[in-house]
């Protein structure tokens, strides 16, 4: 069983969904658990605006002079608007890149430091959005997909110092974003159908799950599991489509 004792945990975006579930569980395994965001988590929290990137190294400081260490950083904030290339302003774009690809190299850049004292490990949340894409979203399918690279550049880069860094990949998760997207949809009990349709698993996935597959990446269970990026699907990605009847 993962036991994750006497370890400090630093998680964006704990409030809710992934994060929410992740920062529970790291907890119920030992952690001590810090959380990044605007509004209040379960957990020791760190009030922040994630967009403006001079408050990150803040972050990681308060972090130090709080526990005196830190062993897990889960980059689990982003955001997803929907349009097209056309469609999308140059602010949006850049606020995708941001809090989807740049806060989580600054957060990783400031915490190296602290991470190397323990052999720590960093998880990335990205998206199967980063190995393929839904249609309107060139802004969000980029990040990630950025966010995939920089994951195996750290572990190339500080496996030799102790570091690993993974990435995971959820596909439909039944967090409140989609749930709202689905009530948003006209006769949306037809659109779940058909969503759970196209996973062979035959749902979609629940928070809990992406947050067991995290906590055991950065658990001493996963020591020798570095650069990797875990798809969490439920096979939707390896199911290939037919036309409708």
């Known amino acids: 069983m993962t036991n994750l004792k006497n370890k ?14 992740t920062a529970k569980l790291l907890e119920e395994k030992g952690a001590r658990v810090f959380c990044a965001q605007r509004t209040k988590s ?8 994630l967009k403006d990137n001079n408050n ?27 349009n097209t290339v056309e469609e999308i302003s140059l602010e949006e774009w850049n606020d995708h890149l941001n809090i989807n690809l740049t806060v989580p190299f600054l957060l990783i850049k400031y915490a190296l ?25 060139p802004a969000y399918g980029a990040s990630k997909s950025g966010l995939h690279g920089l994951t195996r550049a750290v572990a190339v880069d500080h496996g030799a110092e102790g570091i690993r860094c993974n990435a995971v ?5 039944n967090t409140k974003l989609n749930k709202d997207f689905i009530n948003s949809i006209e006769n949306n009990n037809n659109f779940l159908d058909k969503l759970n349709h196209i996973h062979p698993i035959g ?21 020798f599991v570095t650069g990797q990026i875990w798809t ?9 489509s037919l036309p409708e009847n």
Request: glycine share 12%; aromatic share 2%.
């Open 8 to 21: 400090v945990a630093l998680i964006t975006g704990g409030s809710s969904g992934i994060g929410a579930a």
């Open 42 to 49: 379960l957990h020791e929290n760190i009030l922040i605006d």
């Open 56 to 82: 990150l190294k803040k972050i990681i400081s308060e972090v130090n002079d709080k526990a005196g260490r830190l062993d897990i950083l889960i980059n689990n904030a982003g955001i997803m608007k929907e």
């Open 113 to 137: 430091p602290l991470l190397k004292k323990n052999n720590g490990s960093i998880v990335n949340v990205g998206s199967i959005e980063g190995l393929g894409n839904n249609p309107r979203h």
């Open 169 to 173: 990949a959820p596909g439909w998760i």
């Open 203 to 223: 749902r979609i996935g629940e928070p809990t799950e992406v947050a067991n597959l995290i906590c055991w990446l950065v658990s001493e269970e996963a020591s």
């Open 232 to 240: 969490i699907d439920g096979g939707r990605m390896i199911k290939l």
